[in-house]
Nanobody, 122 residues
Framework: QVQLVESGGGLVQAGGSLRLPCVAS????????MGWFRQAPGKEREFVGV????????NYVDDVKGRFTISRDNAANTMYLQMDSLQPGDTAVYYC???????????????WGQGTQVTVSS
């Protein structure tokens, strides 16, 4: 059974930082691309960033470029989202996802975590 478990969310002031781990089990972690998405209240779930299975290819939505960094540790079956210079507009539930290719499109991701809430106060 495949499981993706996010953690590390919480309440932070604007300008602060958070680091979200996503721990995977039950899948060949070294062979999948891993993505981060987020969903704010009343909005569609949107792409945040993706990392290839080697970690050599990364892609981010324009809004987070220069502030967020995705990394992965294949030996630990874990992906991370380092979020710096957080803004109130970053408030959302953050989800990690696993899929066969690096893409911005939700439908290509087969497995999803349950999400972790990030709230940024002004």
């Amino acid at each position: 059974q495949v499981q993706l478990v996010e953690s590390g969310g919480g309440l932070v002031q604007a300008g602060g930082s958070l680091r979200l781990p996503c721990v995977a089990s039950g899948l060949a972690f070294r062979s999948v691309a891993m993505g981060w998405f987020r969903q704010a209240p009343g909005k569609e779930r949107e792409f945040v960033g993706v990392i290839s299975w080697t970690g050599g290819l990364k892609n981010y939505v324009d809004d987070v470029k220069g502030r967020f960094t995705i990394s992965r540790d294949n030996a630990a079956n874990t992906m991370y989202l380092q979020m710096d210079s957080l803004q109130p507009g970053d408030t959302a539930v953050y989800y990690c996802a696993a899929g066969p290719k690096e893409t911005v499109y939700r439908e290509y991701y087969r497995y999803w975590g349950q999400g972790t809430q990030v709230t940024v106060s002004s």
